[in-house]
């Protein structure tokens, strides 16, 4: 059976605008957009709702706006709500290591922006849910 056929999909729509943003906190709607494979009225309504629920602030820059990520929140599920977002970046955004280019604050109330601060609140890489840990 084809994936799209049943409606639904890993990651939603929020986590792919959310992890779009950490790769390019400079991005344009539009390029948000094309990057998740939906409109641009829904990366805006998605944005919205990422500032709203605190994950997430926009700075004018002229014509441009620039994003900085708030990873002191958790994830907003029931069942992940102890797990970071911080996590959920680190583990998609990332893999190299490398984190140039991206902008995070390491609190929701916090106003200053700096790159590679993605990481748990204790520092240590948190496991997606339902895996097991294991030391490298």
Known sequence: MDGQ???WSFPTNHARVLLAIARDPA???RDLAAACHITERTVQDIVGDLEEGGYLSRERHGRRTRYTLRLGGTL???AEAH???SGLLELNTFPDGSREGAAHSGSPSSSSSRPGAAG???GRRVPPAGTVARKV
């Open 83 to 85: 797990l970071p977002v």
């Open 120 to 122: 748990s609140r204790s």
């Open 76 to 78: 907003r599920h029931p």
């Open 27 to 29: 991005a344009r709607l």
């Open 5 to 7: 056929a049943s409606g």
